[in-house]
Structure formats: C-alpha cells, structure tokens
C-alpha cells in the first residue's frame, strides 16, 4: 500500500507552477487506481497539445473521464474507496460554466457538497489567479473573484492544500 491520502487534497499554484506533476505524484504514490477527471476542452490546436503532453506523461495505468460542466456528478460517478480522483482543473471548469452562462455560486455549492461525501480520496488542482495585477476588463475580474472564491470554499472543507511555485510544494494546510 502507497501513501494515504486524506478525503479531499488541494493543490494550488500559478500557470507552469509544476502543480499537475504535483498532483499526479500524490496520486501515484497513493497505491490506488488513478482515475483523471479532466475539465479541459480543446477548442484549439495549442489545446489539444497541451492535452495530449498530460496524456502522455501520466501513461495508460490512469482511466480519463471528460467533465467540463458537471464536474460534481462526475466525482460521485468514479468515487470508491480502492481508487483516487485527480481533478485538473477546477479553473477550467470554472472558465467552461462561464461560458455556459450557469449560476457559478450554486455550482461551486454543489460541488463542495459532493466533496463531503465521496467514498475515496480526490486531489483537485486549482490555478491561484489573484496574485497578479487586476485585470482589465470586467469579465476577467469576475473570473478572478469567483476562482478566489472557489479556492477558499474547496480549502475549507479539504484536509491538505498545498502551494506550488517553481515546482517546490509549500504545505498551506
């Protein structure tokens, strides 16, 4: 048996911080089956790209699952106690219900509910976007508050959070 991992682990950090790698490490020294729950649309070629490197590199003991909207049913869906859950990412799926126009409060409340109640561990990976300058237009500061918001609301409720910057973890929690 691998590393315990507690209910619910956060890891944070800034674009290219090395938080993925992070995460993935968690999940792979865990001993239980790795399951990817990816947020992620590709909408463009440098998408698809950076997808397929994530693919690549966790290799084919990981089991994928798509949930770019309903990020929520899908933890309840793969949640067991012989597997571990990596979300990656919870901005993106923040980014994807924007776009779709969804209540944003009432879907990161539902999502911090599940999170309370699943039947294994699940690592969520989440970009700290507030610590940059504030952003130009109006779209992009409502995105930066509500990923604050999303980040403390999931930080209050997991066990672990870790900040990752130049690939150096710093345990915050």
Request: net charge negative; aromatic share 4%; with cysteine.
């Amino acid at each position: 048996m691998g590393k315990k991992l507690p209910g619910v682990t956060l890891v944070l950090g800034g674009a290219r911080s090395g938080k993925s790698r992070f995460a993935e490490n968690l999940v792979e020294t865990s001993g239980l089956k790795p399951v990817y729950v990816a947020t992620a649309q590709a909408f463009d070629a440098e998408m698809k790209d950076r997808i397929e490197r994530h693919r690549a590199r966790r290799g084919n003991d990981w089991e994928t699952v798509e949930a770019p909207i309903d990020l929520p049913d899908a933890l309840r869906a793969c949640s067991s106690g012989d597997r571990v859950v990596l979300v990656d990412c919870l901005t993106l799926w923040l980014s994807n219900l924007m776009m779709k126009v969804a209540d944003l409060d009432a879907e990161g409340t539902r999502l911090v509910e599940v999170l309370s109640d699943l039947a294994g561990p699940v690592v969520l990976v989440s970009n700290e976007v507030g610590m940059s300058i504030v952003p130009e237009n109006r779209m992009a500061r409502e995105f930066r508050d509500h990923a604050g918001e999303l980040n403390q609301n999931v930080a209050a409720v997991a066990s672990d959070v870790f900040l990752i910057a130049a690939g150096l973890p710093m345990k915050l929690k």
